[in-house]
Nanobody, 122 residues
Framework: QVQLVESGGGLVQAGGSLRLSCAAS????????LGWFRQAPGKKREFVAR????????NYADSVKGRFNISRDSAKEMVYLQMDSLKPEDTALYYC???????????????WGQGTQVTVSS
């Protein structure tokens, strides 16, 4: 089992920044990829970004490219999502997820955190 705990969400004005953190614990050696997803009310959960834990390869959704940056600290078993130039449409519950597949599909990730709310006001 892998446990994931997100933090760092909050309320910010459009154009502002937030940094989300995800702390991983448990059987993390079995985890190849950590990713961030988000879900707005009435919408499906969508991929935001992912990073491979060993080599640090990253991948982003088109909607956040150039604004968001995912990074990791493997020694601390932490993953971060720096979010800049935030827009009202970025408002959602943001989830950290862990898995072994290089996929953007939520179903391919085995472990999930409880989520942290990000609200961007216009």
């Amino acid at each position: 089992q892998v446990q994931l705990v997100e933090s760092g969400g909050g309320l910010v004005q459009a154009g502002g920044s937030l940094r989300l953190s995800c702390a991983a614990s448990g059987r993390t050696l079995s985890t190849n990829v950590l990713g961030w997803f988000r879900q707005a009310p009435g919408k499906k959960r969508e991929f935001v970004a992912r990073i491979t834990m060993r080599r640090g390869y990253t991948n982003y959704a088109d909607s956040v490219k150039g604004r968001f940056n995912i990074s990791r600290d493997s020694a601390k078993e932490m993953v971060y999502l720096q979010m800049d130039s935030l827009k009202p449409e970025d408002t959602a519950l943001y989830y950290c997820a862990a898995g072994g597949s290089l996929s953007q599909q939520p179903s391919e990730f085995d472990y999930w955190g409880q989520g942290t709310q990000v609200t961007v006001s216009s």
